[in-house]
């Protein structure tokens, strides 16, 4: 167990919705970063967040936002949803210099998200 | 050309068996190097860490970082049936905290035969 939660497992929902995928990082991580996992994309980096500040952006579509809320945990909103959008959205946390682990991102197990 | 190129298999091996897996990249700014392991339905896990070139030994996992050849490489001794999992390469061109994201590789499917 990496310490990072991720909720809902699974979400099923139709196009042009809007959801929201909830990430808690492990305890005193203060950066929680976004990843979409697709069979043709392979893993790729959406957006990071350090202590409630947007610290790096990658490829997030416009339709895509996220936040960190003081207590750290994170949301990623996913609106006017795309048959194109289904994949598996994870959530990662990094250590602190002071713990020695700032380097290594530890993975939640992520959200299923269909789009039908 | 992708920043990161990883061949996703399928590798099938008989457990004993030595395992390479590698990856190659095209931006030279990139220094520091993971390996992830993914089992099916899991968030990834990390592996193995090492910063520019040279290799790092952990127990049965070896990693090599080329930076001349913009390679790296991922060899398992002693597969098991265990091992059986993605494994996907990762890579940043800085260190942890600011602007810190990472590349990832497509992954390697990796299936260890008893």
């Known amino acids: 167990d990496s310490g990072v939660t991720q909720t809902p497992k699974h979400l099923i929902t139709a196009t042009g919705q809007r959801v929201t995928l909830r990430c808690s990082p492990r305890s005193g991580d203060l950066s929680v970063y976004w990843y979409q996992q697709s069979l043709d994309q392979g893993l790729q980096f959406l957006i990071q967040y350090y202590n409630g500040e947007e610290r790096a952006k990658g490829n997030i579509l416009e339709r895509f936002s996220a936040q960190q809320f003081p207590d750290l945990h994170s949301e990623l909103n996913l609106s006017s949803l795309e048959l194109g959008d289904s994949a598996l959205y994870f959530c990662?946390?990094?250590?602190?210099?002071?713990?020695?682990?700032?380097?290594?991102?530890?993975f939640g197990a992520g959200t299923r998200l269909s789009v039908l | 050309q992708k920043e990161v190129e990883q061949d996703p298999g399928p590798l099938s091996v008989p457990e004993g068996a030595i395992v390479s897996l590698n990856c190659t990249y095209s931006?030279?700014?990139?220094?520091?190097f993971m390996w992830y392991r993914q089992y099916s339905r899991k968030g990834p896990e990390l592996l193995m860490y090492t910063y520019s070139s040279g290799n790092k030994e952990d127990g049965r996992f070896t990693a090599q970082v080329d930076k001349s050849s913009k390679y790296i490489s991922l060899f398992i001794r002693d597969s098991q049936p265990s091992d059986s999992a993605t494994y996907l390469c990762a890579m940043s061109p800085n260190s942890g905290g600011s602007n810190y994201k990472l590349t990832f590789g497509k992954g390697t499917l990796l299936t260890v035969n008893p």
């Open positions: 990662a946390s990094s250590g602190t210099p002071w713990a020695g682990d700032e380097d290594i991102q530890y």
């Open positions: 931006n030279s700014a990139f220094q520091y």
